[in-house]
T-cell receptor, first 110, second 113 residues
Framework: GQNIDQPTEMTATEGAIVQINCTYQ??????LFWYQQHAGEAPTFLSY????GLEEKGRFSSFLSRSKGYSYLLLKELQMKDSASYLC???????????FGAGTRLFVKA | NAGVTQTPKFRVLKTGQSMTLLCAQD?????MYWYRQDPGMGLRLIHY???????AKGEVPDGYNVSRLKKQNFLLGLESAAPSQTSVYFC????????????FGDGTRLSIL
């Protein structure tokens, strides 16, 4: 089976940097996704990691360590519109399914 | 470019009623999924399909049935609705390639009284 853990809530200040952590325990691994979900809306894709290291996309970066079962999403130059839930998700060994964590609600304050 | 379209967007049912949630995608994706999302529990997979005519159970399949008669459509049925099925339901699709994400519909908010 798979288990994914991430903090329930985080608060950060506009303009700052925030790191959202995700740990996973799996019997296999085929990649890790981060999604953003604004309240009342659908999740949207942010990033994908399958190899160890950092992937950068503008203000957002995602890091993966497969040996530690650990990933983080780094958001720089926070904006009020970044207030949302951030979902960590791991593709299962068979490749058909993706298991989602419960999500981290990020509140950005002025 | 519609992407993934879910109908209806909102619905209120009485206990014991049945209904079908519709999902359509125009991206020629092989894989389609139905999730439910409840507060504090994240997205939980109900059923999924890896191609036309195929379906498989996910994490929480009880009380639901699905059909994938056409590649672009994935239907979720509730045979006898129960209050525990009150939730937000999301449909998603993907190409099936490992590095490709899922694309989600806008969700169906379902209340069972």
């Amino acid at each position: 089976g798979q288990n994914i853990d991430q903090p329930t809530e985080m608060t950060a200040t506009e303009g700052a940097i925030v790191q959202i952590n995700c740990t996973y325990q799996t019997s296999g691994f085929n990649g890790l996704f981060w999604y953003q979900q604004h309240a009342g809306e659908a999740p949207t894709f942010l990033s994908y990691n399958v190899l160890d290291g950092l992937e950068e996309k503008g203000r957002f970066s995602s890091f993966l360590s497969r040996s530690k079962g650990y990933s983080y999403l780094l958001l720089k130059e926070l904006q009020m519109k970044d207030s949302a839930s951030y979902l960590c998700a791991v593709r299962d060994p068979g490749g058909f399914k993706t298991i989602f964590g419960a999500g981290t609600r990020l509140f950005v304050k002025a | 470019n519609a992407g993934v379209t879910q109908t209806p967007k909102f619905r209120v049912l009485k206990t014991g009623q049945s209904m079908t949630l519709l999902c359509a995608q125009d991206m020629n994706h092989e894989y389609m999924y139905w999730y439910r999302q409840d507060p504090g529990m994240g997205l939980r997979l109900i059923h999924y399909s890896v191609g036309e005519g195929t379906t498989a159970k996910g994490e929480v399949p009880d009380g639901y049935n699905v059909s994938r008669l056409k590649k672009q459509n994935f239907l979720l049925g509730l045979e006898s609705a129960a209050p525990s099925q009150t939730s937000v339901y999301f449909c998603a699709s993907s190409s099936g390639q490992l590095n490709q994400p899922q694309h989600f519909g806008d969700g169906t908010r379902l209340s069972i009284l």
